[in-house]
């Protein structure tokens, strides 16, 4: 369970604080005029969380690239079979030429 502390109290106990957040793992939710402004963690729980955020960014940009080849392969459905076989024989091409 985070502790919560106003922001005049962290100033007098700062020291205190960042003690307790270090040596026992707990966060530490800071109010100014009883509303939320900021949350103390300790280090290695921020650098989890900024993996996290990378994993998610990544995984944002494959769903993007996800979407897209699967509109290309609903768009390329419709192919007629000569379409189709005239994909195919460029792609060879393709791959021959490398």
Known sequence: MAVIIQSSELRRRVREVLDRVRMEQEPVIVRTYG???????????????????????????????????????????ALSDDEASALIDEAVRDIRAS
């Open 35 to 77: 509303r939320p402004q900021a949350v103390l963690i300790p280090y290695e729980q921020f650098e989890a969380y900024q993996a996290w955020q990378s994993r998610q960014r990544e995984r944002v940009v494959w769903l993007a690239e996800l979407r897209n080849i699967a509109e290309e392969v609903s768009a390329r459905a």
